[in-house]
């Protein structure tokens, strides 16, 4: 109701300042047979602002021209048309007799010969609505449903001759249905749109748009935005509703809002004897197994499925092992250590010295010294 107000005022200011001394012709009605609503609805390229804007008196309802309505039957002027200021959106049309008010349009409605009724010409503006047919309204005035982003979508009008309604700017649109356009809509003129308010019909009807939730993480950067809904109720047009961007997490979904499922998500599996968990189809799965290793063949090796530490227990049993040392052989584990076992033997002959090597474990033959004792015929050992 605030908005046809402003809209009346806005139209009288404009009508002012012309100071002509004739009123001009009413602009000729539009046919309802030309429309595609139940009662009409079909583009017209002006609104009718040819006669001045007078109080319109309203009968007993039901009825009677301003009544709520739900067909035409149930008007005396046989329209029952679209209004803002009804619970249900309707409202019976008001007589021509030498005009219409101002935010009125005749339309010639298909009652006997035809009877030129007064409809409201913007019934739907700033309505929250999903799509451009949902703006179509009796009369017609050209309306679209326009994106405004997070915000929402409402429906604007074509922008009339005259300017648009007090509140309102003549802005180049986009529809949902990709049509371009100029609209007026709901604008504070420099700071450009703003938020539409709800009338009594939008009220009455729960009318509702798609919008979206802007999450922030917590430094203020927007991380995304998520559909929600917003529509209007006894206070107005209600906020976005919608589950909030937030940090991503193993979960099958796009929390971030980032158009990635699980991008980046934390993933731990709980296992602490695995790293690297990886999150594929919103599962946890393990990543790498902790290997514990300690290079000794008397200790068994494992990981504490608790602490994910590494654990290096004594053997129970009686194994062979390695200490290391290739001159020896036949070592055995006792206490988690490997015990040493028995040194290679390389007997040398009668002049030779035989020993064990440590870097390849053969055994090496060296000569005796000159003079060394020897067992055999000769007193002593010579050399070559």
């Not at 929250?128 to 994106?147: H, N, S, V």
């Not at 929402?152 to 074509?158: K, P, T």
């Amino acid at each position: 109701m605030l908005g046809h107000l402003r809209y009346n005022l806005g139209i009288l200011r404009t009508l002012i300042a012309w100071s002509e001394p004739a009123s001009p012709a009413p602009t000729p009605a539009v046919s309802i047979a030309d429309t595609d609503t139940a009662t009409g609805s079909g583009d017209i390229s002006a609104l009718d602002f040819g006669v001045p804007d007078t109080p319109v008196g309203r009968g007993a309802c039901p009825g009677s021209p301003g009544c709520a309505c739900a067909s035409n039957e149930e008007c005396s002027t046989g329209v029952c048309a679209d209004s803002a200021d009804t619970a249900t959106g309707k409202a019976c049309a008001f007589p021509f007799g030498s005009g219409c008010a101002s935010a009125f349009i005749a339309v010639t409605a298909q009652v006997g010969e035809g009877t030129t009724v007064c409809v409201p010409s913007a019934p739907k503006l700033c309505n929250p609505f999903e799509k451009d047919d949902d703006c179509k309204a009796t009369g017609g005035t050209g309306a679209l449903c326009i994106d405004r982003g997070a915000s929402g979508r409402f429906c604007g009008i074509a922008c009339p001759a005259f300017g648009c309604p007090a509140g309102y700017a003549c802005q180049d649109a986009m529809s949902i249905g990709w049509a371009k356009a100029q609209q007026c809509q709901s604008s504070e003129q420099t700071a450009g749109p703003v938020d539409c308010g709800c009338a009594a019909a939008a009220i009455g009807q729960k009318l509702a748009t798609p919008c979206g939730v802007v999450g922030k993480d917590a430094a203020g950067k927007v991380m995304g935005t998520r559909a929600g809904q917003r529509s209007c109720g006894a206070s107005g047009l209600g906020a976005c509703a919608g589950k909030t961007a937030q940090a991503e997490a193993c979960n099958g979904q796009d929390d971030d809002c980032n158009g990635k499922t699980d991008a980046n998500a934390p993933c731990d599996n709980g296992l602490p004897c695995t790293f690297g968990d990886d999150c594929t189809g919103g599962t946890r799965q393990p990543g790498s197994r902790v290997v514990c290793n300690d290079k000794n063949d008397c200790t068994d090796d494992n990981c504490d499925p608790k602490s994910g530490k590494c654990v290096f227990a004594a053997v129970t049993t009686t194994i062979a092992c390695d200490d290391g040392d290739p001159c020896a052989s036949g070592e055995g584990c006792a206490g988690g250590v490997c015990q040493n076992g028995v040194a290679k033997a390389c007997s040398g002959g009668t002049c030779t010295v035989g020993q064990c090597s440590k870097t390849s474990g053969q055994c090496q033959f060296a000569d005796k010294p000159d003079g060394s004792p020897c067992a055999q015929a000769e007193p002593v050992c010579l050399g070559p």
